[in-house]
T-cell receptor, first 112, second 112 residues
Framework: QKEVEQDPGPLSVPEGAIVSLNCTYS??????FMWYRQYSRKGPELLMY????GNKEDGRFTAQVDKSSKYISLFIRDSQPSDSATYLC????????????FGKGTHLIIQP | DTGVSQNPRHKITKRGQNVTFRCDPI?????LYWYRQTLGQGPEFLTY????????KSRLLSDRFSAERPKGSFSTLEIQRTEQGDSAMYLC??????????FGSGTRLTVV
């Protein structure tokens, strides 16, 4: 079992829909959780950064962390075709010094 | 400051040759990381610098790989005697002491 599991998709939804992306993990030491968006042939772009359990909202994006279930989610409201990309979850135990452990990424397609 | 800069963007080399990549991080960030990403996978941690000190190295970083960060500013990643399995995107990221990473656009290495 990999430390971080993420469904690679592709996930295809119509424009305007609410998108739900998820990751599960096995290492209970993880405390810092991130979501990145990656367009083809580009580096990952940080979308959300959270510490421990709870919710965080930024514009159309909401990140949720449930440490008891070892489960994190990213919700995208009012999805746009420009949101089409690969979404990577990432996490670490020590805030970065130990390196991030990434999921494989979910390929998201927003249909106009 | 325009973010994390990586050069070159793309490198094609023959098997057995040595290659060197450069990363210029965001100037205020004292932490610098190298990751490797292959198609369909999330980035994998290679190594971490805090200022000029290399504090963590992944087991993925074989003895053919070496990284430096002289004076705690830019960093270089050298691969000696390249192999076809080294073909990947090499990503550099930097971060402040607490916070998400900012990634560069990466150097795509193709070993022929």
């Amino acid at each position: 079992q990999k430390e971080v599991e993420q469904d690679p998709g592709p996930l295809s939804v119509p424009e305007g829909a609410i998108v739900s992306l998820n990751c599960t993990y096995s290492n209970s030491a993880f405390q810092y959780f991130m979501w990145y968006r990656q367009y083809s042939r580009k580096g990952p772009e940080l979308l959300m950064y959270t510490y421990s359990s709870g919710n965080k909202e930024d514009g159309r994006f909401t990140a949720q962390v449930d440490k008891s279930s070892k489960y994190i989610s990213l919700f995208i409201r009012d999805s746009q075709p420009s949101d089409s990309a690969t979404y990577l979850c990432a996490m670490s135990a020590g805030g970065g010094a130990d390196g991030l452990t990434f999921g494989k990424g979910t390929h998201l397609i927003i249909q106009p | 400051d325009t973010g994390v800069s990586q050069n070159p963007r793309h490198k094609i080399t023959k098997r057995g040759q040595n290659v060197t990549f450069r990363c210029d991080p965001i100037s205020e960030h004292n932490r610098l990381y190298w990751y490797r990403q292959t198609l369909g996978q999330g980035p994998e941690f290679l190594t971490y610098f805090q200022n000029e000190a290399q504090l963590e190295k992944s087991r993925l970083l074989s003895d053919r790989f070496s990284a430096e960060r002289p004076k705690g500013s830019f960093s270089t990643l050298e691969i000696q005697r390249t192999e076809q399995g080294d073909s990947a995107m090499y990503l550099c990221a930097s971060s402040p002491p607490f916070g998400g990473y900012t990634f560069g656009s990466g150097t795509r290495l193709t070993v022929v």
